[in-house]
T-cell receptor, first 111, second 115 residues
Framework: DQQVKQNSPSLSVQEGRISILNCDYT??????FLWYKKYPAEGPTFLIS?????DKNEDGRFTVFLNKSAKHLSLHIVPSQPGDSAVYFC??????????FGTGTRLKVLA | DAGVIQSPRHEVTEMGQEVTLRCKPI?????LFWYRQTMMRGLELLIY????????DSGMPEDRFSAKMPNASFSTLKIQPSEPRDSAVYFC?????????????FGPGTRLLVL
């Protein structure tokens, strides 16, 4: 049973526009969420995180939104750049070391 | 900072052979994780060490898999004997475990192919 789901395997966006990546979870005990970015032949790179006591966290072009009632989080990238093309994983934790990862969404930013 | 270092980056071996993957965590980090990524199962945690002690090995698939952390700067994941279904990318990650779920930083991974 997948506790963390990324239902869109891929997404294409024009350079300069907004990219929105979505993630749903089923476990209401999750209280810490992260987004990782992964380039081919590299390990996942930490991007941004959010605690369940917040509903928004922003870092430069990246903003993560958390909707606890809907058990949904999203990553907004504005403006999108070609270098953002990568696979994005969301992960969730019950406040411990145990991260549950989604299956990833491949973002392609078109120049 | 050099980041998490893994070796080898690629490994091709034949079924039945022993495979040893190596990891050097970020200096000062006291938690180390081994993950496996496959198409079918995605990224899954195999084992977690804290202060060189294995805390959670519930993700280790079977007895053919073993992991050690003899000191704070080195860990190994061994598969003996290897099987074709072990083919995957194996990642090592580390974190500075101060409170709760500290961010985990991943190495570049070892791509393993068992023929």
């Amino acid at each position: 049973d997948q506790q963390v789901k990324q239902n869109s395997p891929s997404l294409s966006v024009q350079e300069g526009r907004i990219s929105i990546l979505n993630c749903d979870y089923t476990n209401s005990m999750f209280d810490y969420f992260l987004w990782y970015k992964k380039y081919p032949a590299e390990g996942p790179t930490f991007l941004i995180s959010i605690s369940s006591i917040k509903d928004k966290n922003e870092d430069g072009r990246f903003t993560v939104f958390l909707n606890k009632s809907a058990k949904h989080l999203s990553l907004h990238i504005v403006p999108s750049q070609p270098g953002d093309s990568a696979v994005y994983f969301c992960a969730a934790s019950e406040g411990t070391y145990k991260y549950i990862f989604g299956t990833g969404t491949r973002l392609k930013v078109l120049a | 900072d050099a980041g998490v270092i893994q070796s080898p980056r690629h490994e091709v071996t034949e079924m039945g052979q022993e495979v040893t993957l190596r990891c050097k965590p970020i200096s000062g980090h006291n938690s180390l994780f081994w993950y496996r990524q496959t198409m079918m199962r995605g990224l899954e945690l195999l084992i977690y060490f804290n202060n060189n002690v294995p805390i959670d090995d519930s993700g280790m698939p079977e007895d053919r898999f073993s992991a050690k952390m003899p000191n704070a700067s080195f860990s190994t994941l061994k598969i003996q004997p290897s099987e074709p279904r072990d083919s995957a990318v194996y990642f090592c990650a580390s974190s500075a475990d101060r409170v709760g779920a500290e961010t985990q930083y991943f190495g570049p991974g070892t791509r393993l192919l068992v023929l």
